[in-house]
C-alpha cells in the first residue's frame, strides 16, 4: 500500500471487499487496532479479518456502498490517537440468496496511529435495529418497540 493515509485509498478497499480482499482492506490497520460495532469489540488485525470474514459466511452478498470520507481534525497533543477519519457508508446484505436487499447506514470513525499513519482505532456507529428487522421473526417485535418509543415521546413533551 503506497499510501496508508489515503481516505480515497481506504474506501476503494472496503467498496471492493470480498472475501478474498479482506487483508487488503486489514492492511489499513495498526497490528494492535481496535475495532467496535454495537455487538462487538475485537483487538487486532486477525480479529479484524476475523469480523469482515464473517459477513461473507453469515450474509448473502453483502458489500458497503455510497461511501463517503471527511478527515477530522487532529486529537489534542495528550493524545495517543491522530487524525480521524469520519466515513458514511450503507451496508446492503440479503439473509438468503432468493431474499429482499436490506440496506443498514451508518459511520465509522477512524482515528489513526500518528506514529504509523494506520487505523488505530475503528468505531462504527448504525442502528442496531434496522439489523433485527431484517429478520422476519424479530421485524415485529422492533417495530412495537419503535411505535412504543416514539409514542412515549409524545407523552413527554411539554405544549
Known sequence: MSNPLSPDAFLQAAAGL??????????????????QDPFQTVTGRQAIA?????????????????LAAAVALPQPSDSHLGPCWAVRWTFR????????????????????????????EHQDHWDASALFAAFPALAWLVRGLKKRIAAAGHFTEKP
Open 50 to 66: 476475523s469480523v469482515y470474514q464473517g459477513m461473507f459466511q453469515s450474509l448473502v452478498h453483502p458489500r458497503f456502498t455510497d
Open 18 to 35: 470480498g472475501p478474498q480482499s479482506v487483508d487488503r482492506l486489514v492492511a489499513f490497520y495498526h497490528p494492535t487496532a481496535r475495532f
Open 93 to 120: 446484505f440479503q439473509l438468503r440468496p432468493k431474499g429482499p436487499e436490506h440496506a443498514i447506514a451508518g459511520t465509522s470513525w477512524l482515528w489513526l496511529c500518528p506514529q504509523t499513519g494506520l487505523i488505530q
